[in-house]
């Protein structure tokens, strides 16, 4: 089951982008971000793919709309860091992209596509877009049914207004 506008938003802790100084992967909890502001979850199927590339570049071309908004923006895929950093790095997101490796976030928010429906890969996040406001509660989500289509323009900016 996937969360719903004003459900409570279920606590999470994720690794992100690579620390050199510390030589690990630095971690992202939903509830401490939320101290600061707002999130907007973007989750994704796979790194390395052309939809998945047109909605986080989305997200980085247009960064200033959500943090004029007072914005958090996380994308989020059920894949290991390792996975998930040189791709992040080559378009240079501006954003944290948290691996969701164990799959229990993508569950939790927006629920896992059928190997049938991605690329014939195992359990890979569903598209979505879930936004928090600063109390904890859901006050948009998309999710999209198929994993070739990124989300609208006008789903982000709802998304972004919910909680802005």
Known sequence: MTVGVRDEAPDFELPGRFDRDSGHYRRHRLSASLEDGPVILHFFPAPFTSTCEEQMCAVRDNVDSYLDAGVTVWGITAHAPSIIRPWARRHR???PIL???????????VGLYEPREHLGVALCSKRG???????GVVRHV???DDPDIAPPEDEITQAISSVA
């Open 99 to 109: 691996a969701d490796y164990d799959r229990g976030v993508s569950l939790a928010y």
């Open 129 to 135: 877009v879930i936004a928090i406001g600063s109390e």
């Open 142 to 144: 998309w999710i999209g």
């Open 93 to 95: 997101f501006g954003v």
